[in-house]
């Protein structure tokens, strides 16, 4: 079984829980931290994009840590064999704002209405 898959006691054994931040960055290793980095990189891609209320980085950061802490919390609850780790949450979150704002340039503003044109701008009918 391949190590991003549950461990072989998943379902068996009782959930580990590691909460002391920065401690287990140390045993992660540059694959287990490039692999956490890119997780939540879509949604923090996109969701300045389509929601406006969520055009900024540190918003971005904490919808990106609420979902990890979503995933870490089901990854606990259905006792999957791993650790849930409070670094997990934080390099998954950090990840996402480079995302973010690299896609700074298409963000909504709280103005922008869900279509780019009317109607009226779409047929050459636009008020002067």
Same mark, same amino acid.
């Given at each position: ?7 072989? %006691?998943?379902? @068996?054994?009782? %959930?580990?829980? &590691?909460?002391?931040?920065?401690r ?9 931290? %490039?692999? /956490?980095?890119?997780?939540?990189? @879509?949604?923090? $891609? &996109?969701?300045?994009?389509? $929601? ?9 950061? @904490? ?21 849930s ?6 390099? /998954?979150? @950090? ?7 690299? &896609? ?25």
């Amino acid at each position: 079984m391949a190590d991003h898959d549950a461990g072989a %006691g998943a379902g @068996a054994v009782p %959930g580990r829980v &590691s909460l002391v931040p920065l401690r287990d960055l140390l045993t992660m290793g540059p694959l287990g931290i %490039g692999g /956490n980095l890119p997780v939540f990189a @879509a949604p923090g $891609f &996109s969701a300045p994009i389509r $929601f406006a209320a969520f055009a900024s980085a540190p918003k971005v950061l @904490a919808l990106a840590a609420g979902c990890s802490v979503l995933v870490e919390t089901a990854q606990y609850a259905l006792r999957l064999d791993r650790v849930s780790s409070v670094d997990d949450v934080l390099v /998954n979150a @950090a990840g996402a704002v480079p995302a973010a704002l690299a &896609s700074r340039h298409w963000w909504r503003t709280g103005g922008e209405r869900a279509t780019t044109r009317s109607p009226e701008v779409v047929r050459g009918n636009a008020p002067p």
